[in-house]
């Protein structure tokens, strides 16, 4: 016999199921979503590193002139002009009295950092603070005055940075931290055990 009570049993029981699978599919479909984009990024910061590695004014004999000329447009009257320019003046006098004189290491320092926040987004790897380098790079970008997808590259990073571990939950941090975090608290407990022995 079908009563109002088994009925309103059903009805919960339905519902509790279809929130439940819909819980599944969101907690499946962000870390995939949160993969997709930060591949990405990763992705446009390694293209970028290795076609710089293949450059003799980024990586080379003429190590500094690629950052020259980039600097150079940074600080010319068009960009520093006007009532509004696109590159304020701290960052001009910044570029003017230090970056350049710098070219070189920057130039390296440059290329190499654009390829290893591009490897450790890719890999899922020390993904928070891989998106914190890139902030950096693409913040630097902006400020000499370039647009384009640093934008799009900086709010994704911004993202990632703020939700953590969530971001490389496909990657290789969903094997890497759990593993560090079991070293330090067994670590901890070693130390612990030991200091409790010194002074027992």
Same mark, same amino acid.
Request: net charge positive; aromatic share 8%; proline share 4%.
């Given at each position: ?26 907690? +499946?479909?962000? *870390? ?5 984009? +930060? ?8 293209? /970028?590193? =290795? ?9 080379? &004999?003429?190590?500094?002139? /690629? ?17 509004? *320019?696109?590159?304020?003046?701290? @960052? ?11 070219? *070189?290491?920057?130039? @390296? ?21 891989? &998106? ?8 630097? @970008? ?9 934008? *799009?590259?900086?709010? !994704?990073?911004?993202?990632? /940075? ?6 490389? =939950? !496909? ?7 759990? @593993? ?5 608290? &067994?670590?901890?407990?070693?130390? /612990? ?8």
């Amino acid at each position: 016999m079908i009563t109002r009570t088994s009925l309103n049993a059903t009805s919960t029981t339905g519902t509790t199921g279809t929130t439940g699978t819909t819980g599944t599919t969101r907690a +499946r479909t962000a *870390p995939t979503l949160w993969a997709v984009a +930060r591949i990405w990024v990763g992705w446009e910061f390694l293209t /970028a590193s =290795l076609s710089k590695m293949g450059d003799p004014a980024w990586i080379g &004999a003429r190590a500094g002139a /690629a950052v020259r000329g980039f600097l150079g447009a940074a600080i010319s009257p068009r960009m520093t002009g006007g009532l509004h *320019p696109n590159v304020l003046a701290p @960052y001009a006098w910044l570029s003017r009295t230090i970056l350049l004189a710098h070219a *070189p290491v920057l130039s @390296y320092l440059v290329t190499c950092g654009e390829f290893l926040v591009g490897v450790a987004l890719i890999l899922g790897l020390c993904t928070r603070f891989a &998106a914190l380098g890139g902030i950096f790079l693409n913040g630097i @970008y902006m400020l000499s005055g370039s647009a384009g997808l640093n934008v *799009p590259m900086f709010a !994704i990073e911004l993202s990632i /940075a703020l939700v953590g571990l969530r971001a490389g =939950l !496909i990657g290789l941090d969903a094997v890497v931290v759990p @593993y560090l975090t079991k070293q330090i608290a &067994a670590h901890r407990g070693r130390s /612990a055990v030991g200091a409790v022995g010194r002074y027992a």
